[in-house]
RNA sequence: GCCGAGAUAGCUCAGUCGGUAGAGCAACGGACUGAAAAUCCGUGUGUCCCUGGUUCGAAUCCUGGUCUCGGCA
């Protein structure tokens, strides 16, 4: 469209590109927001909940306030009905990345949803059909229910074996998702990872920080943030979510905070008890985000409040790339 | 002070006839390719209050202590 497209071409951003990492509660918000106005960035949400409207408090979305300081994508872009995804996201994510970049600034992709920045970096396979086939998702859930999941794997088994052997029985989403994938297209899941590319599109210039704290420090701040989301409304959140017409089964309405939330109003946990769940089911879900990246070896990690190291890191970084 | 009950995993507790211990919750580790804040897999982490004794062998039986909780004063 311009001449600053020299900075993206059709598989490379060439210019600098941020990541902010780390597990929920850590301060990744705060911090976000000092590089954004120091190095001139715009905020790339790597959130898969984020993205619903509506869903403010549990989700510990930047506030208003906040966007009118630094530009955010990827927030408030879908209601809590709609699919959304990590194919979706990684669309998204790209196309806002290389608007940032073809303006001369920075993207800064923040967030903890370790699939969707896996997915950014190193892509996914494509699906032809690329869609919800939502009548193989019914009918796969319609055998599961009258067959039992030792039939269905059975018939993995027989179609992808190598899939069978990674999939554990237990696991309904993965067994339910590679069934789908081999009736959607007739290949296999393994196939495709086979044959997968890489990704879509790479990033030259890529520096990823992770925040990181004391195991105590974290749970001390995920305590404090569970009760000040209650006091903050969350509940009250949950409740008008409900009144619009969202159900309670929904992907979206299933996150921490909303299902516990749900849970609260229709009486099964009293409120010191859904504090309790929240509060621990906030705990397990950061140790799966820390899990999750602890793979990824090109992180750099920093204390959680260790800022002006961080500056100096991204200073020198941005000098030589 | 007296009487009674108890002390075992982070918490609540079980532990048969004496064979060095286990259940729930919590916790911890891991997987992850279009639901991912989802879904799933794995792990017992212990000075059995202390002490001395009986015994081949004690969480278990006995002695003495410490502490906790009831009741009575």
Redo the contacts with the bound molecule.
């Keep these: 469209m311009n001449s600053t497209l020299s900075a993206v071409n059709n598989q490379t951003i060439n210019t600098p590109v941020l990541v902010l990492l780390g597990p ?1 509660a850590v301060g990744k918000t705060a911090l976000s927001l000092a590089l954004a106005e120091l190095f001139a960035c715009e905020v790339v949400s790597v ?4 993205v619903y409207r509506f ?1 403010d408090i ?4 930047p506030t208003h306030r906040e966007r009118e300081r630094v530009v955010h994508h990827l927030i408030d872009i879908v209601d809590p009905d709609e ?7 990684v ?1 998204d994510a790209l196309a806002a990345a290389a608007a940032i970049s073809a303006a001369g600034r920075i993207p800064l992709f923040t ?6 920045l ?2 950014l970096t ?11 086939d939502e009548s193989i ?1 019914t009918y796969l ?1 319609e055998r599961l229910k009258k067959e039992g999941r030792e039939m269905l794997f059975a018939e993995l088994r027989a179609i992808d074996p190598e899939s069978a052997a ?12 590679a069934l ?2 081999y009736k959607m297209t007739g290949k296999s ?1 393994s196939e ?2 086979h044959s ?1 590319q890489g990704p879509a599109v790479r990033f030259a210039e890529m520096l990823q920080i992770g925040l990181t704290c004391g ?1 105590q420090t974290l ?1 001390d701040r995920i305590d404090m943030r569970t009760h000040a989301m209650f006091a903050g409304g969350l509940i009250e959140e949950a409740e008008k979510l409900q009144k619009m017409g969202y159900s309670p089964e929904l ?2 309405m ?6 516990h939330a749900n849970n609260f109003l229709a009486g099964i946990w009293d409120r010191e008890e859904t504090i ?2 929240l ?7 950061a ?6 990246f ?2 990824n070896k090109t992180i750099e990690w920093y204390a959680r409040d260790d800022h002006q190291g961080i500056i100096r890191r991204v200073e020198t970084w941005l000098a030589t790339a």
């Design positions: 929920t959130d898969s909940m984020q869903m549990g989700t510990a979305k699919q959304y995804n990590a194919a979706f996201f669309r967030g903890g949803t370790g699939l969707y896996k997915a190193e892509g996914l396979f494509t699906v032809e059909d690329a869609g919800e998702r859930a990674r999939i554990h029985i237990n696991d309904t989403q993965r067994l339910l998702r789908e994938i899941w495709r990872l997968q195991r749970y992907p979206s299933q996150a921490i905070g909303y299902r309790r769940q509060a621990r089911d906030t705990r397990r879900y140790k799966r985000q820390m899990t999750w602890s793979r």
